[in-house]
């Protein structure tokens, strides 16, 4: 009966160790209050000769950095090549290019296949989270190896 027992208890305990490995390997769900979570300091960028907002992250974006995320947005194609994508907290009227919010409402994606999404859908999307402190050419947020799907 002690072999028994043994047996039993070691499968529960590698059980247990798979059931926890998938939980910290799967996707983290997000939300754009999480990525509120940041403020910002005017730095003067002299190769443009302009003031640019860099951020710091709080401790939690910051356990973000090269997870796995899912976020829901309103899906932005700014480039007329269509090459640059945005997930925005709120429809083109109302992104931070407009005035409203900030840098911390948007992310830019990086697809791996070329979305077929219109101006404005509300879309869900999956990837690997990267955080930009210092390259003004890129967004704060950048999602990489990005899957997405329309919302109903």
Not at 61 to 67: F, I, P, R, S, T
Not at 102 to 107: F, I, K, N, R, W
């Amino acid at each position: 009966t002690y072999l028994v027992y043994s047996a039993m208890k070691n499968r529960i305990l590698l059980l247990l160790l798979l059931f926890t490995c998938g939980i910290s390997f799967a996707q983290k769900e997000i939300t754009w209050f999480d990525l509120s979570k940041v403020k910002f300091e005017n730095k003067y960028i002299p190769e443009y000769d302009d003031y640019y907002l860099f951020p710091n992250f709080s401790t939690p974006v910051q356990a973000l950095d090269g997870k796995e995320v899912t976020i829901t947005g309103y899906f932005l194609d700014i480039d007329p090549k269509g090459e640059i994508f945005v997930l925005s907290k709120g429809p083109m009227s109302s992104c931070f290019f407009c005035g409203i919010g900030g840098p911390e409402t948007a992310l830019e994606l990086h697809f791996t296949t070329k979305p077929s999404f219109k101006m404005d859908d509300m879309i869900t999307v999956t990837g690997i989270f990267e955080l930009n402190r210092d390259d003004v050419n890129h967004f704060n947020y950048i999602l990489r190896n990005t899957q997405g799907k329309l919302t109903n």
